[in-house]
């Protein structure tokens, strides 16, 4: 019987993506062939000395999915899935990918109590389907401008077993929401105009432009957050964000400004400003 070895294939599909940076060819290769095959990261090393016959429809939908990668179509795209906080979330067109940056955003949130909690701007859902799935009796509101972001998030929701406590509603910013939250999270649009001209290929031309940049000094977003959310929230309830690395003083001032105490710029695990939290005032005993 003609054919390849898996690990030959390996070879070739790092060989086609060698206009990336090596050690991203060599994952997005493996993670591409495991797709294509079905195998698990074990079963992928296991599998290696596999024969691979001629006309094989795995290879075949491996050489499209490679074709892709080549012209820069991220792999959570191509694979129409991507991974936050160990749990797997449906990826479109429509949606920014789950970032590990994020997960800064989501592990401060969980370090303060919520029973009800609301998730602006919420894309795929991943931070407010998290948010849910690690309190087993917390509520939640999930709110998005787009209506496809929120049928990815619905679908999200399902998948993850939180459908029957998370509404996802369509309301620019906090137009449409009524009621108050003990934790209020959003990780909104943060580059500026000008960075977004030099993002790579496979953000810029991919990922949908109004969930990155709000345009001009990227600050909009925060603005609106920080004037609407302390009506929001219940006394003693958070309002946490995500922000870009060089944000958390402008951000910061903005939820000082609007009253909120405790105030705090939280670095993610590169050392990098990425969580800005602030609270509202505690009832007085």
Known sequence: MSGTTLRALWLSARAQLAALPKDEAERDARLLIQAAFRLTPAGFTAN????VPEGDPCKDHLDWMLSKRAQRMPVS???REAVFWGRTFEVTSATLAPRGDTESLLAEALSVPFDTMLDLGTGTGCLG???LAERKAAQGIATDISVEALAVAGRNAIRHGVEARLSCIQSDWLAQVTGTFDLIVSNPPYITEAAFATLAPEV???EPKT???PGGDGLEPYRILCAQTPAYLVPGGWLMVEIGYDQGPAVAALMEGAGL???TVVADLSGHDRVVRGQRAPLAL
């Open 48 to 51: 290696l000395g596999r024969i």
């Open 211 to 213: 969930a990155l940049t």
């Open 204 to 206: 810029r031309e991919y």
């Open 129 to 131: 389907i998290s948010l």
């Open 261 to 263: 105490q405790r105030v």
């Open 77 to 79: 795209h191509i694979l």
